[in-house]
Nanobody, 127 residues
Framework: QMQLVESGGGLVQAGGSLRLSCAAS????????MGWFRQAPGKKREFVAS????????YYADSVKGRFTISRDNAKNTVYLQMSSLSPEDTAVYYC????????????????????WGQGTQVTVSS
């Protein structure tokens, strides 16, 4: 059974940084395309970043490009989201997602292709 567990959320001041982690278990992590999404109160869930299973391909939403970095450690079955220069607009619940994709090594921004989701971790940025 696939499980994704996020951690690292919290309260941070504007301009600060946080690193989110997502630990995966249950499937071969090195065959999973991984993504981060977020949902702010009253808004739709939106794509943040994705990384292919090899790590060679990454893709970012325009709103986070240059500020956030997605990475993965296949030996630890973990994907990370390093967030810097945070602003109150980044306040949201952040979700980790996994797409079982052993034959297609590319990052994915479409939420409907992701098969598994974590429970989310709250990130709050104060002004």
């Amino acid at each position: 059974q696939m499980q994704l567990v996020e951690s690292g959320g919290g309260l941070v001041q504007a301009g600060g940084s946080l690193r989110l982690s997502c630990a995966a278990s249950g499937l071969t992590f090195s065959s999973l395309v991984m993504g981060w999404f977020r949902q702010a109160p009253g808004k739709k869930r939106e794509f943040v970043a994705s990384i292919s299973w090899s790590g060679d391909s990454t893709y970012y939403a325009d709103s986070v490009k240059g500020r956030f970095t997605i990475s993965r450690d296949n030996a630890k079955n973990t994907v990370y989201l390093q967030m810097s220069s945070l602003s109150p607009e980044d306040t949201a619940v952040y979700y980790c997602a996994a797409d079982w994709s052993p034959h297609a090594d590319y990052a994915q921004s479409l939420d409907y292709v992701y098969d598994y989701w974590g429970q989310g971790t709250q990130v709050t940025v104060s002004s």
